[in-house]
């Protein structure tokens, strides 16, 4: 038991440091969903804490969402099953979900080096073409 919480507490320190290192790099990426396309106001930002600020400007007077998933896949290149692309075989970091038209949300994500596709997963519109890629390098 006291090995187990030692071990617990030099977790929750590295976590910690691991949190206070990643403000200094705080990064904010714009989101703008479209109906046939996701813009991102750039695609590639650093190792930490990613804000994605995400707007629904889509003309198709629908909820979106952005998926965040992390995959050495093109953006255009993932699986799909009737419509939707498969999350639970890739890596999914999460997601923001049910933007009314119209409306923004926002979501910070933790982000280690790699490459990142960010996709909506209703029901059709990765295959209309609400995907992207983001490039996490240091
Ligand atoms: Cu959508």
Redesign the pocket.
Known sequence: MRLAYGIAVLIGAAALGMTSHASYAQQTVKAI?LSTSIQLDTHNVKPGRVTIDVKNAADNN?E??LVVLKTDLADDALPLSKGQVPEQKLRKVGEVEDIAPGKSKHMSFRLTPGHYVLI?N?PG?YAAG?HTALAVTP
């Open positions: 969903l629908m979106h969402e909506c209703k519109h609400m």
